[in-house]
Each structure stands twice: as structure tokens, then as C-alpha cells.
């Protein structure tokens, strides 16, 4: 007996309106017999930087060949085009703005289609909804085994953002910056293992948040740890998170009202 295939969704669509159940209705229209499973329909609206950052980390424990609809498309109607990337792992659905970024940078890109073969989209196609009259039905067809190269030509100017990288050049000050603050107010960095090793952590390194509006509330934190229960309430500390980012916390309150944090903001780690 053959495997259902998977198909997830990722939107900013929220689950007070009819959206997301227009785009799963979409799907089974096309193929009946799919796993439709919900990554997140809380992405903040308009929000393409938290909708990459959020899909590259949920897709790992996936089976392979799993479809990934996502859908953060704030020009939806516009000359942005829609695409279907395939990986050796995956296909991803979704508008041509960045929203892939991640994806291309961690996985091995074999084609990116921009989907062209109406054929396959919901009639009519309303203007302002591509994620129930494109996306959906494209992800039902390829889910029912249609080549995805049925759909559109390759194309290698699609958009992608680059993500920051942390500036390594000064060996005893390394610069930093936060890519993503979680519904907890944890502040993720681009700080990984491969920055950062734990002996640095453990030998009185220490991170700065750098608040260029006002240093007097630059902050340092100094306390490594390995799960959230060894801090103390209220105390900053930083630790390893499960996507393997550097990340900044407080124990029971958002680290980011604490510091002030939002995407973008420069972290420094200071080695003994």
C-alpha cells in the first residue's frame, strides 16, 4: 500500500477567516487522498523574512518529496511571479519574493519553474487570492504525480534575500545580528556552533546587545546554559535553540522587551 503524499501549509493567513480552508478545499478538489498538514497560518502579516526563517526550520524531519506550500504574498496580483523549486528533497510552492531565501542556501536547488501552465489553476483566478487559485492547485496536481516541469520554464533570477552573516574578521569581537524573535520573545542570532564553540562559551566569553540609538541600553549577557529550567526568573542567559542558532532568552519573560530586540539588531560575542 502506497504512502499518502504530504503536503504543508505556510501562510500569514491567520485561522479566523476562510482562507486556509479555501486553499486545503483547492487541494482535494485536485487529489483527494493527500496529508494536508499545517506548519503555521500565524506568520506575522506581510512578513516574508519570519515566513522564510520559519519554513527552513520546519521542514527537516519531513519525509522526502513532501510539497511545502507557503504563502506570505503581500504584492499577490502584481508582475512577482509564482514558482514551484525543486530540491533533491522537496518541492516548494509559492511567490517568486524571497520567501524561498533559506531554502536555497540549505538545500541542493535542482530546478526553479515559474509556473506559467494555467491549465492547472482554479478558473477563474482571482487576483488577490493565487494562494487558493495557484499555489493550492499546483501542490494538488504535484501531489497526484503531474511532472512538475509540465508547469513552466526554469528560471535562475528568482529573488532571495541574503541573510546576515556573522562578521568573524575581529578574532576576539565577533558581530552578530538577530534573525528571528519567537512568540516568546526568544531572540534567535546567526550565531551557530560553527561560531561559537562551547569552550568559548563556558571560558567567560560574553554577548552584547548593541542598541544604536541609545548604548546606555546595550546589555551583556554572560550566562551559557543548556535548557531554559537552569537560568533563574527574569535572568538573560543564551543557549544552543533547537534549530541550532545561537539564542538569546530569559527565563518566563520576553527576552526581547528586555533588550529591546527586533530582527536585525547587532549582537556581539566578546572572547576572553
Avoid: W
Avoid at 27 to 34: A, G
Avoid at 73 to 78: A, E, L, R
Avoid at 160 to 174: G, W
Avoid at 188 to 212: C, D, Q, Y
Wanted: glycine residues 6%; neutral net charge.
Amino acid at each position: 500500500m502506497s504512502k499518502r503524499p504530504i503536503v504543508t501549509l505556510l501562510t500569514d493567513f491567520g485561522t479566523s477567516d476562510h482562507f486556509v480552508a479555501s486553499m486545503k478545499a483547492s487541494i482535494l478538489n485536485i487529489h483527494q487522498d493527500v496529508e494536508l498538514i499545517d506548519i503555521t497560518h500565524d506568520v506575522p502579516a506581510h512578513d516574508i523574512f519570519a515566513g522564510a526563517f520559519t519554513l527552513r526550520n520546519a521542514i527537516d524531519l519531513f519525509p522526502r518529496f513532501t510539497t511545502h506550500v507557503a504563502v506570505v504574498d503581500p504584492t499577490v496580483g502584481s508582475a512577482r511571479r509564482p514558482i514551484l523549486v525543486m530540491t533533491d528533497n522537496f518541492n516548494f510552492i509559492g511567490p517568486d519574493n524571497g520567501l524561498f531565501s533559506y531554502i536555497y542556501q540549505s538545500e541542493t536547488v535542482n530546478r526553479v519553474i515559474h509556473i506559467t501552465a494555467d491549465y492547472y489553476f482554479r478558473n477563474p483566478v482571482c487576483p488577490t487570492f493565487h494562494g487558493r487559485d495557484v499555489f493550492a492547485p499546483i501542490a494538488g496536481y504535484v501531489a497526484k504525480g503531474v511532472d512538475p516541469r509540465k508547469m513552466g520554464e526554469p528560471v535562475n533570477d528568482y529573488v532571495k534575500f541574503e541573510t546576515p552573516r556573522p562578521d568573524t574578521s575581529n578574532p576576539k569581537v565577533l558581530r552578530g545580528a538577530v534573525l528571528h524573535v519567537d512568540r516568546f520573545g526568544n531572540c534567535f542570532t546567526n550565531f551557530t556552533k560553527e561560531h561559537i564553540s562551547l569552550a568559548a562559551l563556558r571560558g567567560g566569553g560574553k554577548f552584547v546587545t548593541v542598541n544604536p540609538q541609545d548604548p546606555t541600553k546595550n546589555r551583556e549577557i554572560v550566562k551559557f546554559v543548556t535548557h531554559y529550567a537552569e537560568a533563574q526568573p527574569n535572568e538573560l542567559f543564551a543557549l544552543f535553540s533547537s534549530t541550532g542558532h545561537l539564542e538569546i532568552a530569559a527565563l518566563k519573560v520576553p527576552a526581547a522587551r528586555v533588550l529591546e530586540a527586533r530582527r536585525g539588531m547587532e549582537i556581539q560575542f566578546h572572547i576572553p
